[in-house]
């Protein structure tokens, strides 16, 4: 069996999901793909939103949770938090099973067709093998878009950059039956749970996200241990605590910035793929819904001219560079590898000066790059 398609991508979260959306309502043939059987299983992503993505993209009120004002950062032993208040909404959390779903009707409302439980098994004799419920397809595409996830297999048929620096994580995630604090963000700091990046505590007063993430081989004694030591003593639970049964999440998460070569003649990168995430704070939402309309922007004249060109201006090195302050950071974070290194940081965060860092950080307006936008053929 053989198809052909505008536009084949794979992956169904939010950067797939979103990219084949606006590629069909502007006309495109559009086929997207995920070997997942359900949209609403197997989530990755703790699924928080930024106050710049809740102002520029419409998403579904119902699918988010009650507004974060108050982040807090503990030092090993949570003593003597730095607590950051802000006058704004700075934070909702997606309920992403909801979210997913809803992305994917409005994908299908556009002309999206939507085919899951079917893996992407790389380029042959001229097109692109995918594999089904019913057997192989070979699905002749003019372009391929990677919406794969941080270990992109789309990126290595494409020949392009693929993630090198990567953390894990696992959380989980459970129902808070009384609110009790108003809805807070905990961020503690501790090597020994955390190597290389943080726990965290989210709870909006509706559901709880506790989780760690890190280097794989940092941890002392496994992920899944650091995990279980941090639930039992995390900051910001509800007091009933934790229940037996909590949904239980984990993956990848690429923390190098925008990779270089993140577009061909043949197709480009978007999300997780194009390691379209924060490199200091792993926020992964905001950044694959703005690559994703820059993305859908260049692939719209490629289509239209009957060119490859426009796909050269899809340049992940241009809009890395306004990472550098990140990177450096992300770097520094790296290198705290002891509780005491990480609590000598604490009197500094604990200054004015300090305290406007971290507030530019977590309460910026900047967390991803505008790209420049595409001029589009005259129709």
Same mark, same amino acid.
């Given at each position: 069996m053989?198809?052909?398609?505008?536009?084949?991508v794979?992956?169904a979260?939010?950067?797939?999901?979103?990219?084949?959306?606006?590629?069909?309502?502007?006309?495109?043939?559009?086929?997207?793909v995920?070997?997942?059987?359900?949209?609403?299983?197997a989530?990755?992503t703790t699924?928080?939103?930024?106050?710049?993505?809740?102002?520029?993209?419409?998403?579904?009120?119902?699918?988010?949770?009650?507004?974060?004002?108050?982040?807090?950062?503990?030092?090993?032993?949570?003593?003597?938090?730095v607590?950051?208040?802000?006058e704004?909404?700075?934070?909702?959390?997606?309920?992403?099973?909801?979210?997913?779903?809803?992305?994917?009707?409005?994908?299908?409302?556009?002309?999206?067709?939507?085919?899951?439980?079917?893996?992407?098994?790389?380029?042959?004799?001229?097109?692109?093998?995918?594999?089904?419920?019913?057997?192989r397809?070979?699905?002749?595409?003019r372009?391929?878009?990677?919406?794969d996830?941080?270990?992109s297999?789309?990126?290595?048929?494409?020949?392009?950059?693929?993630?090198?620096?990567?953390?894990?994580?696992?959380?989980?995630?459970?129902?808070?039956?009384?609110?009790?604090?108003?809805?807070a963000?905990?961020?503690?700091?501790?090597?020994?749970?955390?190597?290389?990046?943080?726990?965290?505590?989210v709870?909006?007063?509706?559901?709880?996200?506790?989780?760690?993430?890190?280097?794989?081989? @940092?941890?002392p !004694?496994?992920?899944?241990?650091? #995990?279980?030591?941090? =639930? %039992?003593? +995390?900051?910001?639970l509800?007091? $009933? /605590?934790?229940?037996?049964?909590?949904?239980?999440?984990?993956?990848?998460?690429?923390?190098?910035g925008?990779? @270089?070569?993140? !577009?061909?003649?043949?197709?480009? #990168?978007?999300?997780? =793929? %194009?390691g +379209?995430v924060?490199?200091?704070? $792993? /926020?992964?939402?905001?950044?694959?819904?703005?690559?994703?309309?820059?993305?859908?922007?260049?692939?719209?004249?490629?289509?239209?001219?009957?060119?490859?060109?426009? #796909?050269?201006?899809?340049?992940?090195? +241009?809009?890395?560079?306004?990472?550098? /302050?990140?990177?450096?950071?992300?770097?520094?974070?790296?290198?705290?590898?002891?509780?005491?290194?990480?609590?000598?940081?604490?009197?500094?965060?604990?200054?004015? #000066?300090?305290?406007?860092?971290?507030?530019?950080v977590?309460?910026?307006?900047?967390?991803?790059?505008?790209?420049?936008?595409?001029p589009?053929?005259?129709?």
């Amino acid at each position: 069996m053989s198809d052909d398609v505008d536009v084949l991508v794979v992956g169904a979260g939010l950067a797939g999901l979103h990219t084949a959306t606006l590629l069909a309502r502007r006309g495109h043939d559009v086929l997207l793909v995920d070997r997942r059987p359900t949209l609403t299983g197997a989530i990755r992503t703790t699924g928080i939103f930024v106050r710049k993505t809740l102002d520029d993209f419409a998403l579904p009120p119902g699918c988010l949770g009650p507004p974060i004002r108050r982040v807090l950062l503990y030092p090993p032993g949570l003593r003597r938090p730095v607590v950051l208040d802000s006058e704004r909404d700075e934070f909702r959390v997606g309920d992403m099973g909801p979210l997913y779903a809803a992305s994917a009707r409005t994908a299908a409302a556009a002309g999206v067709r939507i085919v899951l439980a079917t893996r992407y098994e790389g380029r042959r004799d001229g097109g692109h093998l995918l594999a089904g419920p019913d057997g192989r397809v070979r699905v002749r595409a003019r372009f391929l878009v990677g919406a794969d996830g941080a270990r992109s297999r789309v990126a290595r048929d494409l020949g392009l950059d693929r993630n090198r620096h990567l953390l894990v994580g696992a959380e989980e995630v459970f129902a808070v039956p009384d609110p009790g604090e108003p809805p807070a963000f905990h961020c503690v700091l501790d090597p020994s749970l955390a190597p290389g990046y943080l726990a965290w505590v989210v709870n909006d007063g509706r559901h709880a996200h506790v989780g760690v993430a890190g280097y794989a081989d @940092r941890f002392p !004694g496994g992920m899944r241990r650091a #995990l279980d030591r941090f =639930a %039992a003593t +995390a900051p910001g639970l509800p007091r $009933a /605590g934790r229940p037996e049964q909590v949904e239980r999440r984990g993956g990848p998460i690429p923390v190098g910035g925008l990779l @270089r070569r993140i !577009g061909c003649p043949d197709g480009l #990168l978007v999300g997780d =793929a %194009a390691g +379209a995430v924060s490199p200091l704070t $792993a /926020g992964g939402l905001d950044p694959c819904l703005r690559l994703s309309e820059h993305a859908a922007d260049v692939l719209d004249a490629a289509l239209r001219t009957g060119r490859p060109d426009p #796909l050269a201006g899809y340049d992940g090195a +241009a809009l890395r560079a306004r990472f550098r /302050g990140r990177l450096l950071l992300r770097r520094g974070l790296a290198r705290l590898r002891t509780p005491a290194m990480s609590a000598a940081a604490f009197p500094l965060l604990r200054t004015p #000066l300090g305290r406007a860092a971290a507030r530019r950080v977590l309460f910026g307006d900047h967390s991803f790059p505008d790209p420049v936008a595409v001029p589009l053929p005259v129709r």
